[in-house]
């Protein structure tokens, strides 16, 4: 499919071509365990077809964008997030050298639980 990237390892799950533990899945959608979690709860979200990063997100692209900050609630406590106030969750988006990105297909990372935490 000309909307996966060949080279892209997050489009390689997508794909089922690499396996994850997933999370959640729709049409648009993808989450799954990252494989290095940093805290209790720790699983990305990536809108299935190939965005290299939220500097490339275009309008066409908030809908799902949307569609992806509106279901981080429902899943983080599915996962095991404490409930807010007191739980909650971190929501984050490295993008390119200078935030951090390593995988170039736009991913957040959704953390949670007790801490302490690996990071942060
Ligand atoms: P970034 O630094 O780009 O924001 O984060 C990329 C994340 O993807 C890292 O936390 C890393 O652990 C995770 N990751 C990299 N390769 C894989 C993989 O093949 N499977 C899974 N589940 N996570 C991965
Ligand atoms: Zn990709």
New binding site residues.
């Given amino acids: 499919m000309s909307e996966h990237d060949p080279n892209c ?2 489009c390689k ?1 997508v794909e089922g071509k ?1 396996p ?2 997933k999370v959640y899945e729709d049409d648009d959608i993808l989450a ?7 805290a209790p709860v ?1 699983f ?1 979200m990536i809108p299935k077809r190939h965005i290299a990063s939220l500097a490339h997100a275009q309008p066409k692209d908030a809908e799902v964008l949307g569609r992806m900050m509106a279901l981080v609630g429902e899943l983080a406590m599915k996962e095991g997030a404490r409930p807010y106030p007191e739980g909650g969750f971190r929501v ?3 993008t390119g050298a200078d ?6 297909h736009l ?1 957040l ?1 959704v953390i949670g639980g007790p801490r302490p935490w690996l990071k942060g």
Wanted: net charge negative.
């Fill in positions: 390892i997050f799950i690499i994850s533990k799954f365990h990252d494989i290095h979690p940093w720790h990305l984050v988006v490295n935030g951090g990105q390593e995988v170039h991913h990372h």
